[in-house]
C-alpha cells in the first residue's frame, strides 16, 4: 500500500517562503508522476504543479510560474514545493499526489494522496 506523507506547512507573511515535502511510502516514489495540489473550503482542489517520475517534464498552474518549484530526489522517496512570494491567495491545504500516469494525475484522479498541509499566508 503506498502513502504519501506532506509536511512543511504552515503560517508565513505575504512574501515569504515554505517547502513542501511529500514522502512516500510502501512502494519507490520513482514508480509513480506526482503533484502538488491544494484547496480552499468550498472551492474545488486545483493542480499547483507536477513532475514526471524522472523529473524530465514539470508543468506549472499560471498562478504560481515563477513562484513555486517543484522537484524530486527518488533516492529519498520525496517531493518538494519550493514556494516562494507567497501571497495571501495561496492561503490553502496543500495536497501531494502520485499516479502511474501523468495524464491522470494531472487531471486530479491520482490514486494515491496525502493527508494535507495546511499553508497560510497572512499579515
Known amino acids: 500500500q503506498v502513502q504519501l506523507a506532506e509536511s512543511g506547512g504552515g503560517s508565513v507573511q505575504p512574501g515569504g517562503s515554505l517547502r513542501l515535502s511529500c514522502v512516500t511510502s510502501?512502494?519507490?516514489?520513482?514508480?509513480?508522476?506526482m503533484g502538488w495540489f491544494r484547496q480552499v473550503p468550498g472551492k474545488e482542489r486545483e493542480s499547483v504543479a507536477a513532475i514526471s517520475w524522472n523529473a524530465d517534464r514539470t508543468i506549472y498552474a499560471d498562478f504560481v510560474k515563477g513562484r513555486f518549484t517543484i522537484s524530486r530526489d527518488n533516492a529519498k522517496n520525496t517531493m518538494y514545493l519550493q514556494m516562494n512570494s507567497l501571497e495571501p491567495e495561496d492561503t490553502a491545504v496543500y495536497y501531494c499526489?502520485?499516479?502511474?500516469?501523468?495524464?491522470?494525475?494531472?487531471?486530479?484522479?491520482?490514486?494515491?494522496w496525502g493527508q494535507g498541509t495546511q499553508v497560510t499566508v497572512s499579515s
Open positions: 499526489a502520485a499516479d502511474g500516469s501523468f495524464v491522470m494525475m494531472r487531471k486530479g484522479k491520482a490514486d494515491y
Open positions: 510502501g512502494r519507490a516514489s520513482s514508480d509513480y508522476h
